[in-house]
């Protein structure tokens, strides 16, 4: 069974402050990892994606992946209460257009 | 481009009733996928087509669930006969696929929230 794990959380960080969501996968051969965000009763949407080791940064956004290690994260800088949401991290396992969630990460900005 | 678009978004059904949910994907994208999720199982993929083709029902719980893409613009998920423990947000997705350079990035809709009493 291929899986993506995260810490459900929830994850409470002060405003302004950097927030790190953690994932690991267990198939080896993944190749393409996502970030989603869902706010409460609303649908996923991207946030970013990243294929190549090391980091990827997009505004307040950076995702960083090991392969070696099986780990992707994100890192929110100067969080807001906007931010407070549900991360979910998904993975391709390359041969195919499946990509399998991880459960997510409840975050929690506080003003 | 509208988005993608799911009916009905929300709906009550009673047990033993059939139950048929809808989805139109984003124009040009060559990919449809049908999801659940759950507090208990996070979200789960249930089938999904390329070119109105189904390509992977593993995910479809039982016989009980069956989906069809009759054409690019339009697909189906139905339950029948629905249970209580079907009660779910079910989303449809859609992706443009290796046109968009490999691209796997999934787009979703607004999601049905199924109560089956």
């Known amino acids: 069974q291929k899986e993506v794990e995260q810490n459900s959380g929830p994850l409470s960080v002060p405003e302004g402050a950097i927030a790190s969501l953690n994932c690991t996968y267990s198939?080896?051969?993944?190749?393409?990892f996502f970030w989603y965000r869902q706010y409460s009763g609303k649908s996923p949407e991207l946030i970013m994606f990243?294929?190549?080791?090391g980091d990827k940064e997009d505004g307040r956004f950076t995702a960083q992946l090991n392969k070696a290690s099986q780990y992707v994260s994100l890192l929110i800088r100067d969080s807001q209460p906007s931010d407070s949401a549900t991360y979910l991290c998904?993975?391709?396992?390359?041969?195919?257009?499946?990509?399998?969630f991880g459960k997510g990460t409840l975050l929690t900005v506080n003003p | 481009d509208a988005g993608v678009i799911q009916s009905p978004r929300h709906e009550v059904t009673e047990m033993g009733q059939e139950v048929t949910l809808r989805c139109k994907p984003i124009?040009?994208?060559?990919?449809l996928f049908w999801y659940r999720q759950t507090m208990m199982r996070g979200l789960e993929l249930l089938i999904y087509?390329?070119?109105?083709?189904?390509?992977?029902d593993s995910g479809m719980p039982e016989d009980r669930f069956s989906a069809k893409m009759p054409n690019a613009s339009f697909s189906t998920l139905k339950i029948q006969p629905s249970e209580p423990r079907d009660s779910a947000v079910y989303f449809c997705?859609?992706?443009?696929?290796?046109?968009?350079?490999?691209?796997?990035?999934?787009?979703f809709g607004p999601g049905t929230r199924l109560l089956v009493l």
């Open positions: 998904a993975v391709n396992q390359g041969s195919n257009y499946k990509l399998t």
């Open positions: 990243i294929y190549s080791n």
């Open positions: 198939d080896r051969g993944s190749q393409s």
């Open positions: 997705a859609s992706s443009p696929g290796p046109r968009a350079g490999g691209q796997e990035t999934q787009y």
């Open positions: 124009s040009g994208h060559d990919y």
């Open positions: 087509f390329n070119n109105n083709v189904p390509i992977d």
